[in-house]
């Protein structure tokens, strides 16, 4: 089973700041599997980035993803008060067929 | 646009069979794999099973000995059934989309608060 571990556990950052998120996988990870959600409290998850980069429909330019490998990151450029929630990374394997990251929580300094 | 509505219990006595099932927006079921993923309560995401829409379940190895899952495409529907559950079951449950243009879950649906207690 591969394990993704995120960190920081919880970054405290203020409006307008810059967010770099990490999600480190056990061992390797296609790229193409690696995606990451967004979870605002009370709501469901929403997908953000498919394919370690590429943006979901509806998601705005400031949400970027990179990475490759074991290490992958997501990076939003200037936090919107909206954007203050909880990042999941996950990917897609044998077995458990999903996996997820235990979560960063972003949250206002 | 596709919508998910997860129903279930509430509460659920030890030992008992949770069953969820998910509706699906009608005419949408086809070529998907359909998910069920659970969060307790202050905690992470767990995929818990996933189904095609022509059948064949997989499963979380760590609940499999438990799990059942079933879809009914005439009504727009899977389920999943949990047997002998605990305390440690309690969870938000979510139905979500595997969309393979994007091999993540697109679509989730707003989720079902199961309480496992006697």
């Known amino acids: 089973e591969i394990v993704l571990t995120q960190s920081p556990g919880t970054l405290s950052l203020s409006p307008g700041d810059r967010a770099t998120l990490s999600c480190r996988a056990s061992q390797s990870v296609s790229s193409t599997y690696l995606a990451w959600y967004q979870q605002r409290p009370g709501q469901a998850p929403r997908l953000l980035i498919y394919?370690?980069?590429g943006r979901a429909t509806g998601i705005p330019d400031r949400f970027s993803g990179s990475g490759s490998g074991t290490d992958f990151t997501l990076t939003i450029s200037r936090l919107e008060p909206e954007d203050f929630a909880v990042y999941y990374c996950q990917q897609y394997g044998s077995s458990p067929r999903w996996t997820f990251g235990q979560g960063t929580k972003v949250e206002i300094k | 646009q596709v919508q998910l509505q997860e129903s279930g219990p509430g509460l659920v006595r030890p030992s008992e069979t949770l069953s969820l099932t998910c509706a699906i927006s009608?005419?949408?079921?086809?070529?998907?794999?359909w998910s069920w993923i659970r969060q307790p309560p202050g905690k992470g995401l767990e995929w818990i099973a996933n189904?095609?829409?022509?059948?064949?379940?997989s499963y979380n190895p760590s609940l499999k000995s438990r799990l059942t899952s079933s879809i009914d495409t005439s009504k727009n529907r899977f389920s999943l059934r949990l047997s002998s559950v605990t305390a440690a079951d309690t969870a938000m449950y979510y139905c979500?989309?595997?969309?393979?243009?994007?091999?993540?879950?697109?679509?989730w649906g707003q989720g079902t608060m199961v309480t496992v207690s006697s």
């Open positions: 189904i095609y829409y022509t059948g064949g379940p």
């Open positions: 979500a989309r595997e969309n393979r243009a994007t091999d993540a879950f697109d679509i």
């Open positions: 394919g370690a980069s």
């Open positions: 009608s005419g949408y079921i086809s070529n998907y794999y």
